[in-house]
């Protein structure tokens, strides 16, 4: 299983650069990438960043993950761009002194890293499943959102400096706005 493929790979990052970095000897690698075992590997090591990270929110299983990466959805492309990120920081980290080296060479690593994160804490979620079509809806009617709390919603308690909140008196309380 692999929620990536070279073409897919090539088509995010400059194929050049790409055959550079599978190098070993220091001449980019010919033929099909397809068949590289390195790329294969990473590739394989990038899918299974994203399944441990969607695991642990008990969102989204293996086989789910596969079909949305098959598909041409706007999940299907952010899946695919998320490998690939992962796949070129794997690669650049082949040869890399310092993780600066990382960074400054896939300045997508870091938004890769924030995505995975939030993928795993279920604050975001891939579009078009099922699953992730009601877990980002936010609580609608008498729901109680800390019943769920995987279930991401519009407002938070804990943004007492951006929204004030008294429970007696609600959100914006006594501060000039919202009528009060």
């Known amino acids: 299983m692999a929620f990536l493929n070279a073409d897919q790979l090539v088509a995010a990052y400059d194929d ?8 070993d000897s220091g001449t980019p690698v010919t033929g ?3 068949s590289n075992t390195t790329l294969t590997q990473l590739i394989g090591e990038a899918t299974g960043e994203i399944v441990a990270a969607t695991a642990s929110g008990e969102r989204y299983n293996e ?6 990466a098959d598909s041409d959805t706007t999940g299907g492309f952010l899946i695919r761009r998320l490998c690939a990120d992962l796949v070129m920081a794997l690669l650049v980290s082949r040869r890399a002194q310092s993780a600066a080296d990382v960074d ?9 890293l924030r995505l ?5 804490q279920g604050s975001r979620v891939f579009p078009t499943l ?8 936010p609580a609608l009617g008498n ?3 800390r019943l769920n709390p995987n279930r991401p919603t519009l ?11 008294d429970p007696n008196r609600g959100v914006g309380y006594g501060n000039g706005y919202y009528g009060c």
Do not use: H, I, K, W
């Open 16 to 23: 050049r650069r790409v055959r550079q970095l599978l190098s």
């Open 32 to 34: 099909d990438l397809d």
């Open 63 to 68: 086989d789910d993950l596969q079909d949305l």
């Open 104 to 112: 400054r060479q896939v300045p997508r690593y870091n938004a890769a």
């Open 116 to 120: 995975l994160e939030q993928l795993r």
């Open 130 to 137: 099922e699953e992730g079509r009601d877990g980002g809806t």
């Open 143 to 145: 729901e109680n959102p």
């Open 155 to 165: 407002f938070s308690d804990r943004a007492s400096r951006a929204f004030p909140y």
